[in-house]
């Protein structure tokens, strides 16, 4: 089987004050259907650059991105925003919920310009409300819920149009330890049940629940670690020792 997503020498250049400065650098990997990878990396290593890239949101300089075969690198832009909504779903740290809509709108938004049924988009709306525990807030505003309970909103908004691929920017980032404990439980179950992922963290707990590491430094691909049959906490504890082995070699 082909791979998910394929990205192949992925080039982002940014020119200020004359000098051109290369945030991506030929990054090349690929994501298997199934997968759960995140991406670690110093701050400033091209994290966000990256994410931002392949979800469509910044367009590379050079480079392509295949997703399920489709070179989304080359689409145009309204080929290009029907793909990010069929087929792509986003979490972000900042939840990005629109505080003027219920928790039910803000779950049901992708599907607002859809020409799906009232009756499906309700049925999907209540089914992930009741899988994710939020069926007693939907007719709250964002502002009258959790942090923990906002996520879990953004969550259901990132599946709501069965997406192929979810990218997720920091999810635990604004969350307290327990609600961020109980969001990457989720993912992993999500994961379990055949989602793909792609998550950017700096947190080493967050990237303990991937199955794959994917290091980024000064625009390129570094390393990576896989954590095949060995236990949560054993990966953990690797990839920890990966960071404080990157400190110090960052302090030689």
């Known amino acids: 089987m082909n791979p998910l997503l394929q990205v192949d020498a992925i080039q982002k250049t940014y ?15 690929t994501i298997d ?21 392949l979800a469509t949101i910044d367009t590379p300089t050079d480079g392509d991105i295949f997703v399920d075969g489709e070179n989304i690198a080359k689409l145009e832009e ?14 972000f740290q900042d939840y990005n919920l629109l505080d003027s809509l ?37 007719d709250q505003y964002p502002y009258q819920i959790s942090g923990g309970q906002k996520q879990r909103t953004a969550v259901c908004r990132a599946l709501i149009s069965n997406p192929k ?16 404990t109980d969001l990457l439980q989720t993912l992993a179950g999500l994961n379990e049940a055949e989602t793909t992922i ?8 967050a990237a303990s629940f991937c199955r794959r590491v994917l290091y980024i430094q000064d625009g390129r691909l ?7 049959t060995t236990s ?16 110090s070699d960052d302090a030689v």
């Open 232 to 247: 949560r906490d054993a990966f953990y504890q690797t990839i920890l020792d990966e960071l404080k082995g990157g400190a």
């Open 198 to 205: 792609m998550m950017v963290t700096h947190d080493a707990y």
């Open 15 to 29: 020119t200020t004050g004359g000098h051109a400065f290369n945030a991506l650098d030929g990054v090349s990997f």
């Open 222 to 228: 570094s390393k990576e670690l896989i954590r095949g």
């Open 78 to 91: 309204e080929a290009l925003s029907d793909f990010r909504r069929d087929h792509l779903g986003f979490i």
């Open 33 to 53: 259907h199934g997968e759960f990878v995140g991406i670690m990396g110093p701050s400033g290593a091209g994290k966000s650059t990256l994410l931002n890239v």
């Open 165 to 180: 691929l979810i990218f997720a920017d920091e999810p635990t980032g604004a969350l307290d330890s327990k609600s961020a």
């Open 102 to 138: 219920t928790v039910r709108e803000n779950i049901l938004l992708p599907l607002a310009v859809t020409k799906t049924p009232i009756d499906e988009t309700r049925s999907r709306v209540e089914a992930l409300a009741h899988r994710f525990g939020i069926t007693a807030i939907l």
